[in-house]
């Protein structure tokens, strides 16, 4: 079965600290991992996925197989950045159905 | 592109009511999906359909919820009866086809039921 655990429901730092959200996950076969972010107001939208290994918005995330954990970091957080993010897991290729954690929401503190 | 178009926005019924709610997803977009989430907890997969056939309906509790998207464009969720236990954002979703990977996901504003 596959589970995606998101252990903060509430993170607060202060602006231009280092934030990261941390995502843990549990799958059997080679997972596609996402995070989605939702700003207040605003629909949900995708911020990255890994196979792009690419930096959104200063944000980036790396997929460690060992410890299966997709976490999310940017090294100085803005308040900009206020938001619930989702971390999400596509299993079966071709399925492209997504399973989410329970969300963090991150406050930055001016 | 014009996004995913989600009516209505909220709606409130009495328990053992009937309540439906519409989706338009983005243009071209030939997969379809309709999430609930309920407060506290992240979007869940209710039913995922693929033009006009459905793809995945495991979590979908189907004693009491339906769905079709008939012409393989818009698509209707349905609740008959509701529970109180339905109160929740029902997110609808779209992405284009892809032959391996997962595509994005564009998801529309969502629709808020309460139950009473």
């Known amino acids: 079965a596959q589970r995606v655990t998101q252990p903060e429901k509430l993170l607060s730092v202060f602006k231009g600290a280092p934030v990261e959200l941390k995502c843990n996950y549990s799958?059997?076969?080679?997972?596609?991992l996402f995070w989605y972010v939702q700003y207040s107001r605003q629909r949900l939208q995708l911020l990255l996925r890994?196979?792009s290994r690419e930096s959104i918005k200063g944000f980036t995330a790396d997929l460690n197989k060992g410890e299966t954990s997709f976490h999310l970091k940017k090294p100085f957080a803005q308040e900009e950045d206020s938001a619930m993010y989702y971390c999400?897991?596509?299993?079966?290729?071709?399925?492209?159905?997504?399973?989410f954690g329970t969300g963090t929401r991150l406050t930055v503190i001016p | 592109e014009a996004g995913v178009a989600q009516s209505p926005r909220y709606k409130i019924i009495e328990k053992r009511q009937s309540v439906a709610f519409w989706c338009n997803p983005i243009?071209?977009?030939?997969?379809l999906y309709w999430y609930q989430q309920i407060l506290g907890q992240g979007p869940k997969l209710l039913i995922q359909?693929?033009?006009?056939?459905?793809?995945?309906d495991s979590q979908l509790p189907k004693d009491r919820f339906s769905a079709e998207r008939l012409k393989g464009v818009d698509s209707t969720l349905k609740i008959q009866p509701a529970k109180l236990e339905d109160s929740a954002v029902y997110l609808c979703?779209?992405?284009?086809?892809?032959?391996?990977?997962?595509?994005?996901?564009?998801f529309g504003p969502g629709t808020r039921l309460t139950v009473t």
């Open positions: 979703a779209s992405s284009p086809i892809r032959r391996q990977g997962a595509y994005e996901q564009y």
């Open positions: 799958y059997s076969g080679s997972p596609e």
């Open positions: 890994h196979i």
């Open positions: 999400a897991l596509s299993g079966r290729t071709g399925a492209n159905n997504l399973f």
């Open positions: 243009s071209g977009h030939a997969t």
């Open positions: 359909f693929q033009n006009n056939g459905v793809v995945d």
